[in-house]
T-cell receptor, first 112, second 111 residues
Framework: KAGVTQTPRYLIKTRGQQVTLSCSPI?????VSWYQQTPGQGLQFLFE???????NKGNFPGRFSGRQFSNSRSEMNVSTLELGDSALYLC???????????FGPGTRLTVL | EDKVVQSPLSLVVHEGDTVTLNCSYE??????LLWYKQEKKAPTFLFML????IEKKSGRLSSILDKKELFSILNITATQTGDSAVYLC???????????FGSGTQLTVLP
């Protein structure tokens, strides 16, 4: 069974730009969660989607948004990028909301 | 607010040693505690624990949960250099559909 896939794997942007990251969950998984990982803050929850609905959102500004499609694939968008948005963005999928989550390889975003 | 504290923050051992990693937590409505291993890439799932006192094992790794004292331990026996990684403990609670992660334990296994 294929794992969680994320595209692109690496991204370099400049301040003020916007970015869209994509995540394809494991087949049959309906819950997709997004996390931001930085050396200073560790892994922090961004939001969770289940059946195209955002079920929970972490403490991030409104510049961070996401959506989920009918095939469970998910995208997250960050607008008006700031230097502090440089991080590894991880997507995780699970069969149901409270099952174990399996992570994708992540997208390394660098904001210059 | 859910909280996860891992100790030690870092650990250096030699191959063949046995290590114990600790995870304590505070939670309003406990659902499960999860352990992940992270090398220079995404976290890899190790265990999910929901019941107290039941040990989960996978090869040289094992983990147990104590819901009364609010902690879990991850044991690794006969460590190998390939065990070098950051080990993350995460909490799933009924009040929030998310995982709350600890800061991790950096394990280094020397040959």
């Amino acid at each position: 069974k294929a794992g969680v896939t994320q595209t692109p794997r690496y991204l370099i942007k400049t301040r003020g730009q916007q970015v869209t990251l994509s995540c394809s969950p494991i087949s049959g998984h309906r819950s997709v969660s997004w996390y931001q990982q930085t050396p200073g803050q560790g892994l922090q929850f961004l939001f969770e989607y289940f059946s195209e609905t955002q079920r929970n959102k972490g403490n991030f500004p409104g510049r961070f948004s996401g959506r989920q499609f009918s095939n469970s694939r998910s995208e997250m968008n960050v607008s008006t990028l700031e230097l502090g948005d440089s991080a590894l963005y991880l997507c995780a999928s699970s069969r149901e909301t409270y099952n174990e989550q399996f992570f994708g390889p992540g997208t390394r975003l660098t904001v210059l | 607010e859910d909280k996860v504290v891992q100790s030690p923050l870092s650990l250096v051992v030699h191959e063949g040693d046995t290590v114990t990693l600790n995870c304590s937590y505070e939670v309003t409505n406990f659902r499960s505690l999860l352990w992940y291993k992270q090398e220079k890439k995404a976290p890899t799932f190790l265990f999910m624990l929901t019941s107290s006192g039941i040990e989960k094992k996978s090869g040289r790794l094992s983990s147990i949960l104590d819901k009364k004292e609010l902690f879990s331990i991850l044991n690794i026996t006969a460590t190998q250099t390939g065990d070098s990684a950051v080990y993350l403990c995460a909490l799933s609670s009924g009040s929030a559909r998310q995982l709350t992660f600890g800061s991790g334990t950096q394990l280094t296994v020397l040959p």
